[in-house]
């Protein structure tokens, strides 16, 4: 299947990749196909590409790779709805707000994607917890490091 993508043009996609969210995401209810694209080969940036609006695409990055022990629980209804049976179905993601300098990029820890990779199911969960900041900035190193 063919998409117009918002950062590569028209990409080939295979239909089995793309995750739905059945919910839709704060602020854009009607959009519920989104795919993953690389935005690099070896970029720890994930491009979250809505199939169906070529301009709605979000750049993630695995919170994992910022944040070692970033972690948080999800009710009994999210994991049904995302129809999730272990932490192996899941993974994580998290929504980068790029700025024109890199030492001002921050990245959305208060509201992750939760994506059963197996059911091709997600849902962005706004977290209780006031843990974890929506605007987590990164310093020059770690940015750096990131975009190498």
Known sequence: MEIMTRDFGKVDIDEDKIIEFPEGLPGFKQEKEFVLLPLEKDSLFVIMQSVN??????????????????????????????????????????????????????????????????????KQVILDDTKYPVKYKLDKTESKEMMS
């Open 53 to 122: 609006n070529p301009d709605l695409a979000f750049i993630t990055i695995e919170p994992k790779s910022i944040i070692k022990d970033y972690e948080f629980e999800i009710s009994e209804k999210t994991e049904t709805l995302l129809e999730i049976s272990g932490i192996e179905d899941i993974i994580l993601l998290n929504i980068v707000n790029i700025k024109e300098k890199l030492k001002d990029m921050t990245i959305n820890l208060a509201a992750p994607l939760v994506i059963n990779i197996n059911a091709n199911l997600g």
